[in-house]
């Protein structure tokens, strides 16, 4: 299962059967910060087998890119690019040809990031968002919390991973800190909250329907702030198929792991309703 490697945070998997059958022509996957190269492969395995006519393409999110956003922005803009040349043929279909899965807060950071650079891609001035798309949300969206923060770039490190761990855990506090001073005593932006309002703007988002994946063993986003984001969705008019609660056993990102068939008995459920 090779990929095409576009740029160092973009990979592209070619389609394994060409023949549509009521399937995205384009998933995209924003996996979470530190997740693994076999984390992202049972997805990748998972939605070749549910859509195997369907191109996908990972968009990661490394610390990097965090601590310094022209970077991001560099090796994330060829994932824009590549968006926009698989989906140009489809422009003014009345049905979405994309589906959008997001991963915890800096997944849905990384799409925020490309949806941006898609807008300033293209020549057409008023082609300023991703094409129409379904979206699932894991995970996301939440705020700026301490702790949640400091367990998110802590979260993925093995426990007997002790050097790493004595690197991280006060670079994680201390980044944690930088963002509290920086929203708290200058008055600072919370990029996370910006991230979640800009998921919920009709005038950002080019959106058919979504669904959200969480769970109440979620130590990085809480439950309630999952709820929060779905019903404010509902108020603003997006249309939610289903905000599904895996449980308070199920833990950040874990959700497949917790109910795999009703997992992606929900992405499914999720494409279908975005093709009525």
Same mark, same amino acid.
């Given at each position: 299962?090779?990929?095409?490697?576009?740029? =160092?945070?973009?990979? $592209?998997?070619?389609?394994? #059967?060409?023949?549509?059958?009521? !399937?995205?022509?384009?998933?995209? *996957?924003?996996?979470?910060?530190?997740?693994?190269?076999?984390?992202?492969?049972?997805?990748?395995?998972?939605?070749?087998?549910?859509?195997?006519?369907?191109?996908?393409?990972?968009?990661?999110?490394?610390?990097?890119?965090?601590?310094?956003?022209?970077?991001?922005?560099?090796?994330?803009?060829?994932?824009?690019?590549?968006?926009?040349?698989?989906?140009?043929?489809?422009?003014?279909?009345?049905? =979405?040809?994309?589906? $959008?899965?997001?991963?915890? #807060?800096?997944?849905?950071?990384? !799409?925020?990031?490309?949806?941006? *650079?898609?807008?300033?891609?293209?020549?057409?001035?008023?082609?300023?968002?991703?094409?129409?798309?379904?979206?699932?949300?894991?995970?996301?969206?939440?705020?700026?919390?301490?702790?949640?923060?400091v367990s998110a770039l802590l979260f993925g490190i093995p426990s007997g991973a002790l050097l790493m761990r004595l690197v991280m855990v006060p670079l994680a506090h201390l980044l944690s800190l930088g963002i509290w001073t920086w929203c708290n005593v200058l008055g600072g932006e919370d990029w996370v909250l910006r991230w979640g309002q800009a998921a919920n703007n009709p005038a950002q988002i080019r959106e058919t329907c979504r669904s959200y994946a969480y769970g109440r063993a979620d130590a990085l986003v809480r439950a309630q702030w999952v709820e929060a984001h779905a019903a404010k969705a509902t108020e603003l008019g997006f249309r939610v198929v289903e905000l599904a609660d895996f449980g308070p056993e199920s833990a950040h990102v874990a959700h497949s792991r917790s109910d795999a068939v009703r997992y992606w008995n929900l992405v499914a459920k999720t494409w279908d309703a975005a093709l009525l």
């Open positions: 299962m090779k990929a095409l490697r576009i740029s =160092p945070a973009a990979s $592209l998997y070619s389609p394994t #059967n060409c023949t549509p059958q009521n !399937a995205p022509k384009l998933i995209v *996957l924003a996996p979470w910060i530190f997740a693994h190269e076999s984390h992202i492969a049972k997805y990748v395995e998972r939605y070749r087998a549910l859509y195997p006519s369907a191109s996908i393409l990972v968009i990661r999110c490394f610390l990097r890119h965090l601590l310094w956003l022209p970077t991001g922005r560099a090796e994330l803009a060829p994932a824009a690019t590549t968006i926009r040349s698989i989906l140009d043929g489809s422009k003014g279909q009345p049905k =979405p040809q994309m589906l $959008l899965h997001v991963f915890s #807060n800096s997944g849905l950071g990384t !799409a925020w990031q490309v949806n941006n *650079l898609y807008g300033k891609d293209g020549a057409d001035k008023d082609d300023t968002r991703l094409p129409l798309h379904a979206t699932i949300f894991d995970s996301t969206p939440g705020r700026y919390d301490y702790w949640a923060v």
